[in-house]
């Protein structure tokens, strides 16, 4: 078994992350399950953590710990959006006008890829579980596991990995 070095998890958690948008857009293209503001918001930032954690990976140990840094922002980012998204959003019957639709404005992304980044649904619509568990606490649940990773690497000593 290989060794986890800081750059094989870094890697590990950017497939995760990019595996993570793709299951989401297997549940939207074909079982139909609508995306709300804060799902998207999330998909975004899983793919700002997918490739931030392989530029990280690539970097030699200060830059890799300074960008998993960077990184770990992103994934605090994430966790507030998952939980923002169950305990306010889904509770909610609009969610339109909210920080998550003003930042995938801002990004545009929306307009240049609307298959992945167009939001589809309220927040109350978009409120589905998986195995019983709501979606987003999925999220969370990946979110929290890139930021301990993260971490990990940010307070990572000096030595070559």
Do not use: K
């Not at 995306?35 to 530029?55: H, Y």
């Not at 404005?105 to 579980?129: I, K, N, Q, Y």
């Amino acid at each position: 078994m290989p060794r986890l070095t800081p750059r094989l998890l870094l890697t590990l958690i950017s497939l995760a992350c990019a595996g993570s948008v793709g299951l989401a857009l297997l549940a939207q293209h074909r079982y139909g399950m609508e995306p709300c503001p804060w799902c998207i918001l999330q998909r975004i930032l899983f793919v700002l953590l997918a490739v931030l954690g392989l530029v990280a990976a690539a970097l030699p140990g200060l830059a890799r710990r300074v960008l998993a840094g960077v990184a770990l922002l992103g994934a605090l980012g994430g966790m507030a959006a998952a939980l923002w998204q169950h305990f306010v959003a889904a509770q909610s019957s609009s969610c339109a006008l909210t920080l998550a639709d003003r930042i995938i404005t801002a990004t545009g992304l929306d307009v240049r890829w609307p298959e992945a980044f167009e939001v589809r649904a309220s927040c109350a619509d978009a409120a589905v579980s998986v195995l019983g568990v709501p979606f987003e606490l999925w999220s969370l649940a990946l979110f929290a596991l890139t930021g301990a990773i993260l971490l990990a690497n940010v307070l990572a000593s000096g030595r070559r990995a």
